[in-house]
């Protein structure tokens, strides 16, 4: 559908998770984070300024899902240079990890809970570097001046939302005594409507504005966070720390139809898997058949399954392992792998195939390697007057990361060393200095050379899935951004069963049923999906909040 019908689409009518503006917008899983970064922009700051207050935003708001020890990968397109960018705020594995630290003594695979929790799955945190490197590169305000609104939020306090309860009610468990102590005062739990008010985090802000990133790599906050994870039977070092640096390189991209498609190179493996799935979706021509049909759904999961069995084959950090990208995306190898789409049945032997033959490395790959999901993390997206367009989507991996809280600072540790393949096997194994596989899929579309649509999603493995059914809702079905992330979505991984949403068409999962899929019993929310379309010709833009959190695009007006 062109983009012409796409515009003709979209819903103006008021609606608190649905914005239209000519000037800047923002949006965001907190009202919050959304309405600071949209301030900044009203200020004269750029995308990226925005994005960095969003940031330091979300961490006051939303300290569950990311936070100041979190990690995250920012995409950020310079309107000027015509050029898009990545900035790498992965968490690294500290250099006393080894391979062997997610199995007993018998070589079996630790249970995810008993790993997940411990200081052994506190990873090197990335994002306050990848915010100091994002601002230095493409920012236009200071760094104390982005801090500032996070600072005053903190302070004022922010009200205990229903992402908050549900993350109490399931994850309470991972809490360490020092979190709980925060999240459970006097021992009863935060609530919906409570106004909570973090002094520690506060205390820690304000040392960042002054002090900046040293003070938590190098200063008072390193020494707090590695005497913390000791306490927890880790061994990050305060080397590990100070020497951490964040990258920036260009964004790699792929092609559907006449759009262009950006998104992080390994170690992310989200770029790669949307690219992969709207590649075999092109070849299918999905478009042909009905919104609500089987079809759709049956061609969603099948792509899902294909392009997992490759990414658990082939995606780990390329600094370990050559990646056979240029083979992956190939038209001669997804014809291939097209074949294990057959509309008759799940196709159960679908397993990686051999896209080395296609690639000019021309070497062996190493052993397929499995990973557990990561379900929470949060994505915000800014986007000022002038066209810059700045999208991050960061996470202490799992909700409420490691349960570790560092005592006096008011800030959650990671657990992002779960984003590694406990089986020492594997080619996402734990290995010192090295990156897991993250399944982040900051994304910005383009066409003719314009940017026309930047979105993403938290959700760990479902993240792509997130990010390619909704894509494919605006661009090929020519839905309303908010109608499109509302569009009910589904996820599997290699096996037999989905994960659904509330509002798939009964007659679909029956008939995807009998072809010997199965749908998981409840219905969940798979992701939390922001989304900004723009319009290259108006200048206008229309943005779209996943009802699955609390919340908006804020437009600068």
């Not at 990226?48 to 569950?64: N, S």
């Not at 000791?230 to 305060?238: A, I, M, P, Q, V």
């Not at 498609?261 to 949307?274: C, K, M, T, Y």
């Not at 997206?381 to 600072?409: Q, R």
């Amino acid at each position: 559908m062109d983009m012409e019908q796409i515009w003709k689409n979209q819903k103006k009518e008021l609606h608190k998770q649905r914005a239209h503006g000519k000037n800047g917008m923002t949006a965001s899983a907190t009202e919050e984070s959304s309405v600071i970064g949209a301030d900044i922009l009203s200020k004269g700051g750029n995308a990226m300024d925005a994005l960095a207050a969003m940031q330091f935003a979300l961490a006051v708001a939303e300290p569950f899902n990311t936070g100041l020890a979190a990690s995250g990968f920012v995409i950020y397109y310079d309107a000027k240079k015509q050029k898009t960018y990545v900035v790498n705020g992965h968490s690294l594995a500290p250099k006393k990890a080894h391979k062997n630290i997610f199995v007993d003594e018998h070589q079996d695979v630790i249970p995810f809970l008993e790993r997940s929790t411990p200081g052994t799955a506190v990873a090197v945190p990335g994002i306050l570097k990848g915010m100091e490197k994002a601002l230095d590169e493409f920012g236009t305000m200071t760094w104390p001046d982005v801090i500032e609104p996070a600072i005053q939020l903190s302070k004022k306090g922010v009200r205990v939302n229903l992402t908050w309860n549900t993350g109490l009610e399931r994850f309470s468990d991972r809490l360490g005594e020092e979190a709980k102590a925060f999240f459970y005062p006097d021992g009863v739990p935060l609530t919906e409507g409570e106004t909570v008010v973090n002094e520690d985090l506060t205390h820690t802000l304000e040392l960042l504005q002054k002090h900046g990133t040293d003070v938590f790599y190098k200063g008072e906050i390193a020494d707090k966070i590695i005497e913390t994870v000791h306490s927890f039977d880790g061994f990050l070092e305060k080397e590990d720390l100070a020497s951490y640096e964040a990258t920036v390189s260009e964004a790699i991209s792929g092609t559907y139809k006449e759009y262009t498609v950006a998104v992080p190179a390994p170690p992310n493996g989200g770029g790669f898997a949307l690219l992969y799935m709207l590649k075999l979706l092109e070849k299918l021509e999905i478009n042909q058949y009905d919104l609500h049909s089987w079809e759709k759904y049956y061609l969603f999961a099948e792509v899902m399954r294909i392009m997992t069995a490759d990414k658990l084959a082939y995606m780990g950090d390329p600094a370990f392992y050559d990646i056979p990208m240029d083979g992956l995306l190939t038209d001669q190898y997804l014809e291939e792998r097209i074949k294990l789409i057959n509309f008759a049945f799940r196709n159960e032997d679908v397993a990686e195939g051999n896209p080395w033959k296609y690639d000019d490395k021309q070497l062996h790959h190493k052993n397929p390697s499995t990973t557990d999901p990561g379900p929470d993390t949060t994505h915000f997206i800014a986007v000022d007057k002038n066209g810059n367009i700045a999208a991050c989507t960061s996470s202490l991996e799992h909700f409420f990361g490691s349960g570790i809280m560092v005592p006096g600072y008011g800030f959650l540790l990671n657990n992002d060393m779960t984003d590694f393949d406990p089986d020492p096997a594997g080619i996402n194994s734990v290995e010192a200095g090295k990156y897991p596989v993250s399944m982040k899929t900051p994304t910005i579309i383009f066409k003719d050379g314009e940017p026309v649509l930047t979105l993403g999603s938290p959700g760990g493995p479902t993240i792509p899935a997130s990010v390619l059914q909704t894509m494919i809702h605006i661009l090929e079905y020519g839905m309303d951004v908010k109608d499109a992330i509302e569009e009910p979505r589904i996820y599997n991984g290699t096996g037999p069963l989905i994960w659904q949403e509330e509002g798939i068409p009964e007659k679909a999962k029956r008939k995807l049923e009998s072809m010997n899929f199965q749908f998981d019993s409840i219905a969940l929310s798979i992701g939390n999906v922001q989304a900004i379309l723009l319009n290259p010709n108006t200048g206008e833009k229309a943005g779209g909040s996943d009802s699955s959190r609390p919340g908006i695009p804020a437009a600068d007006q």
